[in-house]
């Protein structure tokens, strides 16, 4: 993104004037903007009518007074080709538009994309095919229809690739404070990482909300997510369209491990991205978020006025890695004082309802139970109807919570047991102090330890330094591409640092001559890149002791390859010494994605690879730091740590192999296609790849 690009996106988010290009339903619109309390001018530019709905047309773009800062086009995907050259040429900010029909409908709306694009030129441009931007900062609504939001202060910006997921969430009775709503269509131009970038020097937004398909543009949004990572935003991402591509398609193991889905993850674990599961809980957890108030860490004192509350509470908040501190002597006796003798003095507290509605006990009890450690206080609350008339009571104790927050210095939430039973006007009272309303205990202990582990997750990722490094996302290769033998693909491993047992590449004729030079135990191997798979073809075979051994080994290997693949010629071995019984087996791969990036992917390996599915990935380039992480992240890494009195793995050298795989692949990236080192045998002494395969593709 270009500055004078980047330059008119600030003026788009930020307009002092507005522009709707269109017919009845723009003037609707604009009408909608003054209501909400734009300030700035507004035009409605159509060139068939002098007013619609009582506002007055302007009929040419060219008779505007000046550009203006933001435009919505609501017109067809020709006309809207027109208007944005005229709007470019009289030095318009951003422009919106919400034809469909471009890259959306296949070569020919690619084409007319294109155009769009170099009639924009640096104008900033969002769309094609998209409903627009709400910006409840500036009360600035770039939208066809009614929504249901209204001007905050500061809050959440909300990006997403569904104009009706935007639609309803504007509509959702959750209270969450949206400073801005943008869908983003096509993203022909301005897509998620260029939103994201721009967003995140509003110090107004406190945390953004990502629906996503897809991303177009990997490195640019990891380099957003850092920059969320650094100023400490959180991004909470609602990620669809999960799938595994190609799996049964693999040459190896790798493949079927980490499928697009998987890639997502890691991009989003490497930048400290928030996933949630659904469109409830990327609601709470933005709302966790919204204040800005973010808790320093993950305890808890919670406080409830029923049992079953708080049994709710120490059940969801274990669940989520929320911690409980016990209350001190101290507070058991001030407690014992103000509360009941039925009372149970432990956290989270059960403080009853013999002190409801009285003010004094009230704050007697806040003052001596939040007088702790505890990084967050939490008060579960649950409005009962308005016909009760005992609202008034929950209003007061939500009051005196609030105070007490200040008093102590504490952040806090407050939440209902049932999502609908903390109204509105409570959802508005506590986001304007700053108190974040969630709505339902289960959904809210659960966002708010999303977002306690972000705060304490962020600054390891930040130490492990691996979010600065720019990612690598290589262009498309041609997928048969040219399979190394394993001679070859490990003599290139090699050169990158990774060990191997002692080797000689040899023939049938020279076998026995030269494993009495190299030794036994050894190992024999059919060596041809037809040969992907050895072990079914019976193309290896394990602890030749002598050369008798040997020379059996080798008729009968000549035989089942015969068998197994008649056109493989058996022409080249591979003798290697036998290595030592490993303390665990991993497989270490690269699978590649194009236009996403290179992961390296590690796991349990052996014949139990496809068994276990232990694995994690690692978009490339990585640090150490992180490929020690991901080794003990695995299910199987207590094999690596003295398991049952073994000795403990050569950790270092350990992660000196994998680096030298992600070396290689990273000096590789433009012609690697797959590599798979399965397995890579690990004892006390190091670790040594025994088995290698290398796929390369041309462009």
């Known amino acids: 993104m270009s500055q004078t690009i980047r330059d008119n996106l600030k003026r788009l988010l930020a307009p002092r004037h507005l522009a709707f290009v269109g017919g009845r339903s723009m003037a609707r619109a604009l009408k909608r903007c003054a209501e909400g309390g734009f300030a700035g001018q507004m035009w409605l530019v ?72 170099k009639a924009a030129g640096d104008m900033a441009l969002l769309g094609p095919n998209c409903y627009g931007l709400l910006d409840y900062l500036h009360s600035s609504a770039l939208w066809p229809v009614a929504h249901g939001g209204k001007p905050v202060e500061r809050g959440v910006a909300v990006l997403t690739q569904s104009g009706n997921f935007a639609y309803n969430l504007s509509m959702s009775d959750r209270s969450l404070p949206v400073a801005y709503m943008a869908s983003v269509g096509n993203q022909a131009q301005l897509g998620v990482a260029e939103l994201m970038d721009v967003l995140l020097d509003e110090p107004r937004v406190t945390a953004i909300g990502l629906h996503l398909e897809g991303l177009k543009n990997v490195p640019g949004f990891a380099r957003a997510a850092h920059k969320a990572l650094e100023k400490g935003i959180p991004i909470i991402a609602l990620k669809t ?114 002190i409801w509605g009285n003010s004094d006990a009230l704050n007697a009890m ?111 290769l041609n997928h048969q591409g040219q399979v190394l033998n394993e001679w070859d693909s490990k003599q290139a491993l090699r050169a990158f640092g990774l060990s191997t047992p002692a080797s000689v590449l040899s023939t049938p004729e020279r076998a026995i001559a030269d494993a009495k030079v190299l030794g036994y135990p050894l190992v024999l191997k059919a060596v041809s890149a037809q040969l992907p ?109 003295g398991f049952r009195g073994r000795e403990v793995a050569d950790m270092d050298a350990l992660v000196a192999a994998i680096r030298a795989v992600a070396d290689y692949a990273c000096a590789n990236a433009g012609q690697l296609l797959e590599l798979d080192v399965n397995p890579l045998l690990v004892n006390a002494q190091g670790a040594t790849a025994v088995d290698a395969l290398i796929r390369l593709g041309q462009a």
């Open 46 to 117: 159509n060139p068939q009518h002098d007013s619609l709905d009582g506002i007055p047309c302007v009929r040419r773009v060219a008779d505007l007074p000046c550009g203006p800062d933001a435009v919505f086009i609501a017109t067809n995907r020709e006309l809207t080709l027109t208007c944005v050259g005229e709007l470019a040429a009289i030095g318009t900010g951003g422009a919106i538009c919400y034809a469909s029909g471009f890259a959306e409908a296949g070569a020919e709306g690619q084409a007319l994309q294109q155009q769009l694009l």
């Open 533 to 641: 798979h050895k072990t079914e073809a019976g193309a290896v075979v394990l602890n030749l002791q002598d050369g008798l051994a040997l020379t059996a080994a080798l008729a009968h290997m000549r035989v089942q390859i015969g068998a197994y693949a008649p056109d493989v010629a058996f022409d080249q071995l591979l003798l290697e010494t036998m290595a030592m019984p490993p303390l665990a087996e991993l497989i270490v791969g690269i699978k590649r994605e194009n236009d996403f990036g290179l992961a390296l992917v590690i796991g349990a390996g052996g014949v139990l690879v496809e068994l276990l599915k232990d694995s994690r990935s690692l978009l490339l380039p990585t640090t150490d730091d992180a490929i020690r992480n991901a080794l003990l992240s695995l299910r199987s890494a207590t094999l690596l740590q």
């Open 366 to 476: 806040l003052d001596t139970a939040l007088r702790t450690e505890a990084d967050a206080a939490m008060l579960v609350l649950d409005y009962p109807a308005p016909f009760t008339g005992e609202r008034k009571e929950c209003d007061l104790l939500l009051e005196l919570f609030c105070a007490a927050l200040v008093r102590h210095s504490k952040t806090g939430f407050v939440t209902s047991a049932f999502p609908e039973l903390l109204p509105a006007h409570a959802r508005e009272r506590l986001h304007a102090q700053g108190v974040a309303a969630l709505q339902g205990v289960e959904d809210a202990l659960a966002a708010w330890g999303r977002i306690a582990h972000y705060q304490s997750n962020r600054q390891v990722l930040l130490a492990r330094g691996e979010s600065t490094l720019e990612l690598l996302c290589p262009q498309a």
């Open 241 to 354: 369209g999960v799938s595994q591509i190609g799996a049964e398609l693999a040459l190896s193991h790798t493949s079927s491990l980490s499928g697009s889905d998987v890639l997502y993850d890691s991009l989003f674990a490497r930048l400290g991205v928030i996933r949630v599961s659904g469109p409830v809980s990327f609601v709470e957890t933005l709302k966790a978020a919204a204040c800005g108030n973010l808790p320093a860490g993950s305890s808890l004192i919670a406080l409830a006025c029923s049992g079953g509350d708080a049994g709710l509470i120490a059940d969801y908040a274990e669940r989520n890695h929320l911690a409980l501190p016990k209350l001190d002597e101290g507070q058991r006796v001030e407690l014992a004082q103000v509360l009941p003798s039925y009372a149970n003095l432990v956290n989270p507290l059960d403080f009853t309802t013999a």
